[in-house]
């Protein structure tokens, strides 16, 4: 099973950014998806989450209105749209499938993407 991401970078604030993250080696419509967020020295959290289908989106307080969680089974990818960044939003974000509920953590991890906002 392989998680990669892609889209991290570093923006002004109020900029955007999307990440994408492919999977391999795993049926990817038969998982939940998410994408979770680690800053130094904090915990990982779930940032959002999205069902096997897609009829089912959940967002953390912080990301909901500014962030937008989408996933194509065909392709395999889940990927998330984030915009109006602010400076409390830097952190690794991880791209993370399984779990039996959106907020929980599954069994397989991507190894991370850093989003930065700096002005």
């Known amino acids: 099973v392989q998680l990669v991401e892609s889209g991290g970078g570093v923006v002004q604030p109020g900029g955007s950014l999307r990440l994408s993250c492919a999977a391999s080696?795993?049926?990817?419509?038969?998982?939940?998806a998410r994408w979770s967020r680690q800053a130094p020295g904090k915990e990982r959290e779930v940032v959002a989450g999205?069902?096997?289908?897609?009829?089912?989106?959940a967002y953390d307080d912080f990301a909901l209105g500014r962030f937008t969680i989408s996933r194509d089974n065909a392709k395999c990818s889940v990927d998330l749209q984030m915009n109006s960044l602010q400076p409390e939003d830097p952190a690794v974000y991880f791209c993370?499938?399984?779990?039996?509920?959106?907020?929980?953590?599954?069994?397989?991890w991507g190894q991370g993407t850093q989003v930065t906002v700096a002005s």
């Open positions: 080696g795993v049926g990817f419509s038969e998982y939940i």
């Open positions: 993370n499938i399984g779990g039996s509920g959106i907020w929980d953590n599954g069994d397989y």
């Open positions: 999205i069902s096997k289908t897609g009829g089912v989106i």
